[in-house]
Each structure stands twice: as structure tokens, then as C-alpha cells.
């Protein structure tokens, strides 16, 4: 912490801010600030607004009510052009790259240095693009290709942006949500460095870990209204938990199942290979069993489920499905041999944002409602009805749009979708990424009681707590490989971490034991 | 309390309103037209119009039902003046061999949709640069085989689907509504039609939910060159003559229509009666340029105007290029 | 083909410019086979000459596609330019060069309201420009449905004139890729012009005036409409109506053939100027061997999609 810290000015500060959007008020009189020097945390649900409060701290929404003080002088913004000039920086969850461009260009994105005669200077902007990134210790050719990084080092792109200009104000939204392990440590690294240098740095996280780890002040936010702002040393976790959401963490994770007696594997993979991410993965999953697959984004977990659901396909190695060779499927196949899969990226790849929710729970098992072809829509509307009261699913009813719903809300509608359509195995990739915390509660005692009712559960998750909550065995991958398997009392995230970044070469001398 | 309201897909409240617009707009137009001119408000001069606007109509069905499934053809023209070439190689005179044209007209229809199809989805060439190709393709096929000049003839019951009456009411316009009720069961009350919107909103996620993208788009690419051929012959009937140009700007025409209606160009939003409606529009708005004496160009400025405007009104979703 | 992108890749060309350029040499390997006179200065010369109007229409479309959109006006304009300009000089020769001018500032205008529309509406791009180019056209045919106007003579020698042996369409031609592809490079608009296109949200948060790249890509095309009708009146000498109805569409294919993937973010304007070449030397050839034209027809449309079925294996795009 920089000695000045108690002294120093707030660089931030938002009076009263209200805004409104259709039907919402996503921001109720908000009071917000943050200091030069300080690493301070923005807490809350989805939904409690800490978007919105980014995106107007940017100038990329106009307050309703209220208004911006931005180091001691009130301001407006026009654009987000105009907020950026004056020193804010927002490094958003998606990252706002140009696959096409490459690393310096990225960097310098709308800013590019001018040589003579006004005109773009290329070798200027590959050497300052290089300067940015040796400041940043990270080893990146600014002439690649933006599209052709991993996600960690797309990020470090993002954040060598700020660094351009005379950044006053950093915002980091959810940076760890793609990024783990070391590539977050050197984050923390590089946000200390800035803190130092005097930077306000506003860390937007899920991770309480982290903002006990990193952050200096939390402010926490729920149902657009702040409610408090505290000094992380004056509080624990619990009292941060309930002031989200007015639960203990403790109610947060149902009681473990017991581990599961030895029977035949409802799904068995043996030596799977999808060269180059996957190579030669082998486990079995049995019924009533929760199964976690760790590791860090990129181990190649997801195509693994890719593989098994018959999405994408696979080099060689056997499936087998309740004792039927499972080999070359197809995503029919597998749903009408009893397997579901929840992906990732439900905005992209899981709902469809077109339709209404009855249309998006009956996708996969349209055919329980049609006979010769022809739908029977107000049976499928019942029955929507009946999973959205099941799941207690905050939507007007089964005929309204899934595109306004909150995170956790089209959550619970992907798992209605996923729950009727399977009776075997179901499996989840990033179950609560983007869902707040009391969506979460609800999402694991529904997994829960899916694996009660004998179904085989795979959960691939990249947030600790949640494996080692939820799952009674957990299996680590590593660059393709499997590096391990824990279950029971060995299930703790040193264990995990370990076996997530295991070395797999013997000569690597960096590997800790 | 559940609302089981009417049977739409779409998110409610756009749904409804688009709707509202379009009756209300199409209405608006026709107490304009009856101002102009009041023999508008005619059974007969209803008649005219319908049957001047079936071919059009059916072509607007096979389009909007591409562009759902988030497509484009703009190919159909071309393939209306090749299936009008076809027919008259036949060389036929005697009706019996009615059913035989247009089951020939059907089937290359389909394959060359098919093509279409394959294309887009197996060889991920751009809708609008396969279909575009697939057109020139086409004309040079037609061209090449009447050398310039059609020849043959068809047989006399073309003319009377063209322009007759069956009941009162002309016979096209009754094969519009067959087929538009047809497709709209199909699309409307069918799992495969709940495929065509699922696929048309983001085709990867109907992978994921087990639906086969690829056939799904295939077989909606041949119902549009189906429709196109159909609506080939039915255009040859109404006018009586066939020329290398059947068709010509049908296209557009049937682009522009499905736009008006409400139809999204991102796929996966709109409904075939308002692609209908749309293409009525597009006629009853060609009608008045004539009932006001206005030169036959003027329906292009009137054309533009309209896209435009409509299209503002309903806003379309994303803003992609084709 | 891996193999061909790899070493682009590693060349930092677009796989696609190489797949393309390859194309073009086997096709004037083929001509060169087919017919003595097609392998001479004096037909290469030739086909240079008469791909200017296509290569001006293309490079503005190219501008447009990286953007994002698509400029289906680009015909009407180019059509309205044409008839404009021989119309308002008419025989009075000294009105030539104002009007000249005129005609380009206004083609970039009708260009520019393309871009305001769209830019401020969320209409679709398609439909804005396939509104406007039927507006402006039905307004060009209720003007007139022939030919109309009268050039100068002198001015033929845009289109057919020589100068240092070649021919000035296609040194204008030439001169107007290498500055569309100079700014693309080497300015910030034309970099924006890339962004915005790769990604419009990334490049609206990012500061970008994302408004007036896109009002700028539109006027652009406009402009070089405009020139394609300033180079038919040159050509015939009146302004012919007509001439803008194959335009629309023909300025597109280019683009696409030389790898400017529909959807902006990707490709570039020297993949255009190889496409521009590859159709009119495809034209050419076609013509040197027995073929009918409506055969023609038919091989331009196949080799269309076979240009573009080969490298569009990798990103779909609506």
C-alpha cells in the first residue's frame, strides 16, 4: 500500500448516479469512489449493476441522475473516446480485440502513432508496442496476429492498452474469469505495480480470494444501490457474502454426496485424442457421482465434452455410453442416448436469444411434442411453465423473451432445457460462470439432486471452491494429459492447483513440488 | 397465470406491434389508392391486383423462408426464366402434359436449391455470392440453350392458370394460398419449422440442441427454388409469353418484400404473412404509381423509399453484412 | 492448401491473395495456350483499359465490405453520375471540367447520405443502399430513358487515351488502388476502417468514431461510382442510363474473389485489384476461344465459386 494512501484524493467519485433501461432501474442513486493509489474491489451479484456503474464510469452510458466527479472537476462524457482521453481505462470481460490486427496495432487501437506528414508510423508503433510489453515482463511479437494468441496473452494485450496514455483510472472487469493460476498471479503483479505508481485501480470480481488477496477497499453493490463500502481488512468473508446476498457461505454448497460405491461406469473414455489439445485422456463416470474435471482454461477440458457429445470430433480413442460403444456420435445421438451437455458460452453457443423460453427448454426433446411432425405448442408451453416454477425461474412465463434475463436466470433455463432432455449423464462446462450468487445456491442443489436421482454429473470448472464443494472425485488435465485424481478428503485446492500446473516435462526445472 | 396467447415465436411484444404496423399500413395504403381512384375499392379490380401479384407472392414465400433460416437467394429470378425456357422445351400443346411440366419444373427446382444449399452449408461460400453465382450460372445455361430466342410453345392451360378463374376467385392467387398455407403449417406448427427459426438464430447452438444445421438450411433453399419455379410458370401463365427475362428484378422484389414484412435479414425472426404482406404492399404501391399516371419508373423511387422506411420502422437486429 | 497458407502466413499475406494470384497466372497460362493474340502487350493493354470502370467500383466496394456493409447503390450512382454529367454539359464544352467536379463531389454526397442513414439508423446496410440505389435509379430512368448529353471529344481520351504507352483508364485505375490501399496502411482512419469492421462494438468502446468511419467508407464508394459513370461518358460520349445495371453486383464479386471475407474485419484491397484482374482477363480469354458469351456466363459463375469455396473452408460468415 502506498504510504500516502489516507491521504490521497479520490480520483472517482460518483454522486447519486441513477440509470434506467426498459422496465429496469439499474442503478438507484448510487454513491462511488476510488482513490489514486488503491486497488478497490467492486462486489456483487449479477444484476446488482456493477456493469452498468463501469460502463457509465467510462462514458459509455449517460447517467439519468447524478453526477461524475473526475479528479476534482465534474465532467460529462460524450463517448467513450472522450473518458479514455481523460485517463479511464476499462479492460472489459470480453475482450475488446481485433482478431485481424495484430499485437501493436491492437495496442495503439484508434490511437496509432503518427510519423511525418501525419501518417500512420508502423515501425514507431511495433517498438512502442514493445516497450509496453517488456515494462509488463511479458514476451509477446508485436507483429503477431491478435487471433492466433491464447486468451492469457490476449489479455495481456488488453492491459498493455492501458498502459498507452497516462492512465489515471484502470477498471479490470472479471480479468481471472479466463485466466488462472500463474497468469493470474502475474496480474495481481502487474495491478500492485500500477497501484504503486499511483494508478486507481477498480478490481470487478466473483472471487472473494482474490479481492481478500489484492484489494485494499471493497465497495459492494446489490440491486443497484451500494451497500457500503468497507476496508478489506476490517471484514471477512462471511460478512462480505451476506452483505451481497444475505446468506452464509456455509448454506452456499449442499452437504457432499457420499462417494460412490464401485459399479459399472455409466460413461467410460478411454484414451482419448484430439491432437493437439487433448492426448490420451482416460476416466470413468459412474451414476449418482459428481465428477469435477479441474484445470486451467486452455487444459483442453472442453473438448473433451465436445468430443463425448459428438460436437466436435475426435482423433481416436473409445466412448462408451451405459455399456453401448458410444464411438462417432453426433449430438442427436448422444441427447437420445440420455447425454446432455450445458456449454460454456450460453450467450453464443447455449440460448437462443430469438425465441421465448418454452421454445429454448424443449430445443433438444422437440420431438416429446410433436407427432407427425406437427409441434403441440400448448403442451410445450405447460410444460415450460411447470420447469420454470421448479426452478423457480424469475421470467414473466414460459412465452417471454430469454434475451432480457439475468445470468443466472437463462442459467436455470439452460439446465430446464438440459435436465428434461437427459436421464444418463449430464455434463456442465463453467455451470456458474456469470451467475450470482444466489442462482449458484440454486444451481448446485439442482445438480445435486440430479446425481441423487442416479444420473452420472461431469463438471468442468475452472472455480476452485466450486469443484471442491460440489464434487466427490475430482480429475485434473494438464495441456491434454490427465495429471491426476483426488477424491474425498484429498479434494483441496492445493491439491488441485498442483496437479493443474504440474510440469510435464522431467527436465523443467521450474516445477515446485 | 400462463397466457397461451397466439402461437408466436418471437419475443411477444415486437411481435405483435410489427403486425399492428403492417395491417395498419397496408390498410392505409389501400384508403389511398380508393381517394385516388374509386374503382379501386372494386371486387375486380381486387381480382386484378391479386393476380398481377400471386407469381410474386409465391416467389416472396420461398424467399422469407431463406432469409429465416438466415440465407438469401438471388438466384430465384434467373431461375424463374430458366424454368420458363424449360417448360417450353417441351414443346407441348395438349394440357395432359400440365402435370408433367410442372413436376419437371419441380424437380430441377429442387436441385438446383439443393446446389444452393450445398454450397452455403457444405462449402461455407457466402449466401449471397453462392446465390449470385448460381444466377449468372443459370443464365448462361438458359441463354446458351435458346441462343437468345426461346422457342417452343406450352400447352394452352398455362394461360388459364395464369389468368383464370376457378370459383370467382383466380387461380394463381388460390395456388398462393394453398401453398401459403402449406408452408406456414409447416413452418409454423411443425418441428421442422421450429428447426428452420432455431437454426436461422444461431446455428451453432442448433447443433448443440441436436438439430442438423446443414439439412435443415438445404431443405429451405429448396423450398425457395421450388417456389421460385412454380412462380416462374405461373408468371409465364399470366403474361402469355416467355422471354429470357422471366422474372426479371424478382429478386430484389422478393427481398424487399420479406424486409417490409417484418422478415430480419440476421435470421431467425419473421413470419411468412408478413412477408406476404409485404409483397401486397410492394404491388399496391406499383398500382398507385399507375393509377396516378406516373411513368412505370417512378415504382422504383417509390420501391426504395419503402425499403427503407420500412425497414427503419422495424428496426432489424444485428447490422452484419450479408 | 495448408501448405500455401502456412507459407503466407509466414509471408504475412493473406492465404486467400496467394490462392488468388495463382489463379490469375494459371488463367494466363490457359489464354496464353488458347489463342497467339492473347499473350500481346497490345491485348494486355486492352483488357487494362476496359477493367477501369470495374476497378473503380471495386475499390470503393472493397472500402465498404472491410467496414462491414455493402454499397448496393453503387450502380445507381454511377448511373445518375453518367447521365448528370453529360447531360448538364450538353455540347457546352467549357462546362465540362466545373461540372466534372461537380459530378464526383455529388456522387460522394449521394454516397454520404448512405452512410448518414446507416450509421444512424440500425438499418441494415444492405437495405439502406439497395433503398437509395432504387431511389436514384428511378429517379436517373424518369430523366431519361435513352442515351442523353453530349461530351467533348477530348475527353474520350480518359478512356482511350495512352499515356507513357498506357492506358490512362487503367493508370487512373492503378492510382486509385494504390491510394484506397495507402490509406488503409498508413492512416488512422484506414486502420479504424479495419476495426470497426472486425469488431464494431470492440471499436466503439475502444474511442473509435465509429459514425464516421462508416459515413466515410459510404462517401468513398460514392465517389468511385461517381468516376466509373465520369469514365462511361467518356467511353461513349453520352451518358447512358443504362449502364450502372450490371455495375451493382459485378463491383462485388471482386472483392469477395480476392478475399475480403463479407462480414469486414479481413482482406484487403490488393486482393480486389488481383480479383478485378482475374474477372476481366477470365472476360478475355473467354472471348479468344469459340465460346458463346451465354457459355461465358456460365464459367464466370463456376469459377466464382470455385475461387471462393476454396478459401471460404475457414470463417462462415452470414
Known amino acids: 500500500m502506498s504510504a500516502s494512501f489516507a491521504e490521497s484524493r479520490a480520483v472517482i467519485a460518483l454522486q447519486g448516479i441513477s440509470k434506467y433501461f426498459p422496465g429496469v432501474k439499474s442503478l438507484d442513486r448510487v454513491n462511488f469512489e476510488a482513490k489514486a493509489g488503491e486497488v478497490h474491489a467492486l462486489l456483487g451479484e449479477n444484476g446488482a449493476g456493477k456493469s452498468t456503474l463501469i460502463k457509465t464510469i467510462a462514458g459509455a452510458y449517460t447517467p439519468d441522475e447524478g453526477t461524475i466527479v473526475f479528479n476534482g472537476k465534474e465532467r460529462v462524457w460524450s463517448s467513450p473516446g472522450e473518458a479514455k482521453k481523460a485517463g479511464i481505462h476499462v479492460i472489459y470481460q470480453e475482450l475488446l480485440l481485433f482478431s485481424e490486427l495484430s499485437v501493436a496495432e491492437n495496442i495503439f487501437v484508434g490511437d496509432a502513432p503518427r510519423?511525418?506528414?501525419?501518417?500512420?508510423?508502423?515501425?514507431?508503433?511495433?517498438?512502442?508496442?514493445?516497450?509496453?510489453?517488456?515494462?509488463?515482463?511479458?514476451?509477446?511479437?508485436?507483429?503477431?496476429?491478435?487471433?492466433?494468441?491464447?486468451?492469457?496473452?490476449?489479455?495481456?494485450?488488453?492491459?498493455?492498452?492501458?498502459?498507452?496514455?497516462?492512465?489515471?483510472?484502470?477498471?479490470?472487469?472479471?480479468?481471472?474469469?479466463?485466466?488462472?493460476?500463474?497468469?493470474?498471479?502475474?496480474?495481481?503483479?502487474?495491478?500492485?505495480?500500477?497501484?504503486?505508481?499511483?494508478?486507481?485501480?477498480?478490481?470487478?470480481?466473483?472471487?472473494?480470494?482474490?479481492?481478500?488477496?489484492?484489494?485494499?477497499?471493497?465497495?459492494?453493490?446489490?440491486?443497484?444501490?451500494?451497500?457500503?463500502?468497507?476496508?478489506?481488512?476490517?471484514?471477512?468473508?462471511?460478512?462480505?457474502?451476506?452483505?451481497?446476498?444475505?446468506?452464509?457461505?456455509?448454506d452456499i454448497f449442499p452437504k457432499k454426496r457420499a462417494q460412490v460405491a464401485d459399479s459399472t461406469p455409466l460413461l467410460s473414455v478411454r484414451d482419448l485424442q484430439m491432437p493437439p489439445r487433448v492426448r490420451g485422456v482416460s476416466f470413468d463416470l459412474h451414476a449418482g457421482e459428481i465428477l469435477g474435471l479441474a484445470g486451467l482454461v486452455g487444459a483442453g477440458r472442453s473438448e473433451v465434452a465436445h468430443a463425448i457429445f459428438g460436437s466436435m470430433a475426435k482423433q481416436s480413442g473409445t466412448i462408451t455410453l451405459c455399456g453401448a460403444a458410444h464411438n462417432a456420435p453426433t449430438p442427436r445421438a448422444s441427447i437420445d442416448a440420455g447425454l446432455g451437455f450445458l456449454t460454456e458460452?450460453?450467450?453464443?453457443?447455449?440460448?437462443?436469444?430469438?425465441?421465448?423460453?418454452?421454445?429454448?427448454?424443449?430445443?433438444?426433446?422437440?420431438?416429446?411434442?410433436?407427432?407427425?411432425?406437427?409441434?403441440?405448442?400448448?403442451?410445450?408451453?405447460?410444460?415450460?411453465?411447470?420447469?420454470?416454477?421448479?426452478?423457480?425461474?424469475?421470467?414473466?412465463?414460459p412465452t417471454a423473451g430469454v434475451r432480457a434475463l439475468s445470468g443466472g436466470n437463462?442459467?436455470?433455463?439452460?439446465?430446464?432445457?438440459?435436465?428434461?432432455?437427459?436421464?444418463?449423464?449430464?455434463?456442465?462446462?463453467?455451470?456458474?460462470?456469470?451467475?450470482?450468487?444466489?442462482?449458484?445456491?440454486?444451481?448446485?442443489?439442482?445438480?445435486?439432486?440430479?446425481?441423487?436421482?442416479?444420473?452420472?454429473?461431469?463438471?468442468?470448472?475452472?472455480?476452485?471452491?466450486?469443484?471442491?464443494?460440489?464434487?466427490?472425485?475430482?480429475?485434473?488435465?494438464?495441456?491434454?494429459?490427465l495429471t491426476g485424481e483426488l477424491s474425498g478428503d484429498a479434494v483441496d485446492d492445493r491439491e488441485i492447483m498442483r496437479l493443474a500446473t504440474k510440469n510435464l516435462a522431467a527436465a523443467d526445472a521450474r516445477d515446485a513440488a | 397465470?400462463?397466457?397461451?396467447?397466439?402461437?408466436?415465436?418471437?419475443?411477444?411484444?415486437?411481435?405483435?406491434?410489427?403486425?399492428?404496423?403492417?395491417?395498419?399500413?397496408?390498410?392505409?395504403?389501400?384508403?389511398?389508392?380508393?381517394?385516388?381512384?374509386?374503382?379501386?375499392?372494386?371486387?375486380?379490380?381486387?381480382?386484378?391486383?391479386?393476380?398481377?401479384?400471386?407469381?410474386?407472392l409465391i416467389v416472396v414465400l420461398g424467399q422469407a423462408i431463406v432469409i429465416l433460416a438466415r440465407g438469401l437467394d438471388?438466384?430465384?429470378?434467373?431461375?424463374?426464366?430458366?424454368?420458363?425456357?424449360?417448360?417450353?422445351?417441351?414443346?407441348?400443346?395438349?394440357?395432359?402434359?400440365?402435370?408433367?411440366?410442372?413436376?419437371?419444373?419441380?424437380?430441377?427446382?429442387?436441385?438446383?436449391?439443393?446446389?444452393?444449399?450445398?454450397?452455403?452449408?457444405?462449402?461455407?461460400?457466402?449466401?449471397?455470392?453462392?446465390?449470385?453465382?448460381?444466377?449468372?450460372?443459370?443464365?448462361?445455361?438458359?441463354?446458351?440453350?435458346?441462343?437468345?430466342?426461346?422457342?417452343?410453345?406450352?400447352?394452352?392451360?398455362?394461360?388459364?392458370?395464369?389468368?383464370?378463374?376457378?370459383?370467382?376467385?383466380?387461380?394463381?392467387?388460390?395456388?398462393?394460398?394453398?401453398?401459403?398455407?402449406?408452408?406456414?403449417?409447416?413452418?409454423?406448427?411443425?418441428?421442422?419449422?421450429?428447426?428452420?427459426?432455431?437454426?436461422?438464430?444461431?446455428?451453432?447452438?442448433?447443433?448443440?440442441?441436436?438439430?442438423?444445421?446443414?439439412?435443415?438450411?438445404?431443405?429451405?433453399?429448396?423450398?425457395?427454388?421450388?417456389?421460385?419455379?412454380?412462380?416462374?410458370?405461373?408468371?409465364?401463365?399470366?403474361?402469355?409469353?416467355?422471354?429470357?427475362?422471366?422474372?426479371?428484378?424478382?429478386?430484389?422484389?422478393?427481398?424487399?418484400?420479406?424486409?417490409?414484412?417484418?422478415?430480419?435479414l440476421a435470421g431467425g425472426a419473421g413470419t411468412l404473412s408478413g412477408a406476404a404482406a409485404g409483397g401486397l404492399i410492394l404491388v399496391l404501391l406499383f398500382n398507385i404509381v399507375v393509377i396516378l399516371g406516373l411513368p412505370v419508373q417512378a415504382q422504383l423511387v417509390i420501391k426504395g423509399v419503402i425499403i427503407v422506411s420500412a425497414a427503419a420502422l422495424f428496426v432489424q437486429g444485428q447490422r452484419r453484412a450479408t | 492448401m495448408s501448405a500455401i497458407a502456412r507459407a503466407a502466413q509466414r509471408l504475412a499475406i493473406e492465404p486467400a491473395l496467394v490462392v488468388v494470384t495463382?489463379?490469375?497466372?494459371?488463367?494466363?497460362?490457359?489464354?496464353?495456350?488458347?489463342?497467339?493474340?492473347?499473350?500481346?502487350?497490345?491485348?494486355?493493354?486492352?483488357?487494362?483499359?476496359?477493367?477501369?470502370?470495374?476497378?473503380?467500383?471495386?475499390?470503393?466496394?472493397?472500402?465498404?465490405?472491410?467496414?462491414?456493409?455493402?454499397?448496393l447503390s453503387v450502380g445507381a450512382i454511377a448511373a445518375a453520375a453518367t447521365v448528370f454529367l453529360a447531360g448538364a454539359v450538353n455540347g457546352r464544352d467549357g462546362l465540362m471540367l466545373p461540372m466534372l467536379a461537380a459530378v464526383l463531389a455529388l456522387s460522394a454526397l449521394a454516397g454520404l447520405v448512405n452512410g448518414i442513414v446507416t450509421a444512424r439508423t440500425k438499418v441494415h446496410p444492405l437495405v439502406v443502399t439497395l433503398g437509395s440505389g432504387s431511389v436514384l435509379n428511378g429517379l436517373v430512368l424518369l430523366y431519361t430513358l435513352q442515351p442523353t448529353g453530349k461530351a467533348p471529344t477530348w475527353f474520350e481520351n480518359f478512356a482511350f487515351g495512352r499515356a507513357f504507352g498506357l492506358p490512362i483508364s487503367a493508370l487512373a485505375m492503378v492510382v486509385g488502388f494504390v491510394l484506397v490501399g495507402w490509406m488503409l496502411r498508413k492512416t488512422r482512419l484506414g486502420r479504424n476502417i479495419l476495426a470497426v469492421g472486425g469488431n464494431p462494438e470492440a471499436a466503439r468502446l475502444s474511442g473509435i468514431g465509429v459514425d464516421r468511419v462508416t459515413m466515410f467508407v459510404y462517401a468513398a464508394s460514392g465517389f468511385f461510382s461517381g468516376l466509373a459513370g465520369v469514365y462511361f461518358v467518356s467511353r461513349m460520349g453520352v451518358g447512358d442510363p443504362r449502364v450502372g445495371d450490371p455495375l451493382t453486383l459485378a463491383s462485388i464479386t471482386p472483392v469477395i474473389v480476392g478475399g475480403t471475407m463479407l462480414g469486414g474485419g479481413r482482406g484487403g484491397i490488393a486482393g480486389t485489384l488481383v480479383g478485378v484482374l482475374l474477372i476481366s482477363v477470365l472476360n478475355n480469354v473467354l472471348n479468344y476461344t469459340s465460346v458463346s458469351t451465354f457459355i461465358q456466363w456460365v464459367v464466370q459463375g463456376l469459377i466464382i465459386i470455385a475461387a471462393v469455396s476454396i478459401f471460404s473452408g475457414g470463417s462462415k460468415r452470414p
Not at chain 1, 496476429?145 to 489515471?168: C, F, H, N, P
Not at chain 2, 389501400?30 to 398481377?52: D, G, K, R, Y
Open chain 1, 115 to 250: 510519423g511525418r506528414f501525419g501518417f500512420v508510423d508502423h515501425g514507431a508503433m511495433v517498438s512502442g508496442a514493445k516497450a509496453i510489453l517488456d515494462r509488463l515482463g511479458h514476451r509477446l511479437d508485436p507483429r503477431a496476429k491478435v487471433g492466433s494468441l491464447s486468451v492469457a496473452d490476449q489479455q495481456m494485450v488488453e492491459i498493455a492498452k492501458a498502459l498507452t496514455r497516462d492512465t489515471k483510472l484502470l477498471v479490470l472487469d472479471e480479468p481471472t474469469a479466463v485466466i488462472s493460476g500463474r497468469e493470474a498471479d502475474l496480474l495481481f503483479e502487474r495491478m500492485k505495480t500500477l497501484r504503486e505508481s499511483g494508478v486507481c485501480v477498480i478490481y470487478i470480481s466473483h472471487r472473494l480470494e482474490e479481492i481478500f488477496r489484492v484489494c485494499d477497499r471493497v465497495t459492494v453493490l446489490k440491486d443497484g444501490r451500494s451497500v457500503g463500502t468497507r476496508d478489506i481488512k476490517s471484514i471477512d468473508r462471511d460478512t462480505l457474502v451476506t452483505m451481497m446476498v444475505g446468506r452464509s457461505l456455509a
Open chain 3, 22 to 71: 495463382l489463379l490469375l497466372a494459371g488463367l494466363i497460362g490457359v489464354g496464353a495456350m488458347v489463342s497467339d493474340r492473347f499473350a500481346t502487350v497490345g491485348n494486355f493493354l486492352a483488357v487494362l483499359e476496359q477493367a477501369a470502370p470495374l476497378g473503380f467500383v471495386a475499390a470503393g466496394q472493397t472500402l465498404v465490405i472491410l467496414e462491414g456493409g455493402i454499397d
Open chain 2, 1 to 56: 397465470m400462463i397466457g397461451i396467447r397466439r402461437h408466436s415465436l418471437a419475443p411477444m411484444r415486437s411481435g405483435s406491434l410489427k403486425r399492428f404496423a403492417l395491417s395498419g399500413f397496408l390498410i392505409a395504403l389501400m384508403a389511398t389508392a380508393t381517394a385516388l381512384q374509386p374503382s379501386f375499392l372494386s371486387v375486380s379490380n381486387f381480382q386484378n391486383i391479386l393476380t398481377q401479384a400471386a407469381p410474386l
Open chain 2, 74 to 264: 438471388l438466384s430465384v429470378a434467373s431461375l424463374m426464366a430458366t424454368m420458363a425456357v424449360v417448360a417450353t422445351a417441351f414443346n407441348a400443346t395438349e394440357d395432359s402434359m400440365i402435370p408433367i411440366i410442372v413436376a419437371a419444373v419441380v424437380a430441377l427446382s429442387a436441385i438446383v436449391g439443393f446446389a444452393n444449399g450445398l454450397l452455403v452449408t457444405k462449402r461455407k461460400v457466402s449466401p449471397f455470392i453462392a446465390t449470385l453465382a448460381m444466377m449468372i450460372v443459370l443464365q448462361g445455361v438458359r441463354f446458351a440453350y435458346t441462343k437468345g430466342a426461346p422457342a417452343g410453345s406450352l400447352p394452352a392451360g398455362f394461360r388459364y392458370l395464369g389468368t383464370g378463374k376457378f370459383a370467382g376467385v383466380p387461380v394463381n392467387l388460390l395456388a398462393f394460398i394453398l401453398l401459403f398455407a402449406l408452408l406456414s403449417l409447416a413452418l409454423n406448427k411443425s418441428a421442422l419449422g421450429r428447426s428452420v427459426y432455431i437454426v436461422g438464430g444461431n446455428p451453432r447452438a442448433a447443433e448443440l440442441v441436436g438439430i442438423r444445421s446443414d439439412r435443415v438450411t438445404i431443405l429451405c433453399y429448396i423450398a425457395c427454388s421450388i417456389m421460385a419455379g412454380l412462380g416462374g410458370l405461373f408468371l409465364v401463365g399470366y403474361v402469355g409469353t416467355v422471354d429470357n427475362w422471366v422474372g426479371r428484378g424478382y429478386e430484389l422484389d422478393s427481398i424487399v418484400a420479406a424486409v417490409i414484412g417484418g422478415v430480419s
Open chain 1, 410 to 481: 437463462q442459467q436455470k433455463v439452460l439446465f430446464a432445457r438440459w435436465t428434461r432432455a437427459c436421464h444418463r449423464v449430464l455434463i456442465l462446462d463453467e455451470p456458474t460462470r456469470g451467475v450470482d450468487v444466489g442462482a449458484k445456491v440454486e444451481i448446485y442443489s439442482m445438480i445435486h439432486d440430479l446425481a441423487a436421482a442416479g444420473l452420472g454429473v461431469l463438471v468442468i470448472s475452472s472455480e476452485l471452491p466450486e469443484i471442491i464443494g460440489l464434487c466427490s472425485r475430482v480429475i485434473v488435465m494438464r495441456e491434454g494429459v
Open chain 1, 345 to 397: 458460452d450460453r450467450k453464443g453457443e447455449g440460448l437462443l436469444m430469438l425465441l421465448d423460453a418454452a421454445a429454448n427448454i424443449s430445443a433438444p426433446t422437440l420431438r416429446e411434442f410433436t407427432r407427425f411432425g406437427l409441434l403441440n405448442r400448448p403442451a410445450e408451453v405447460t410444460s415450460a411453465a411447470d420447469e420454470i416454477a421448479r426452478f423457480r425461474i424469475a421470467i414473466p412465463g
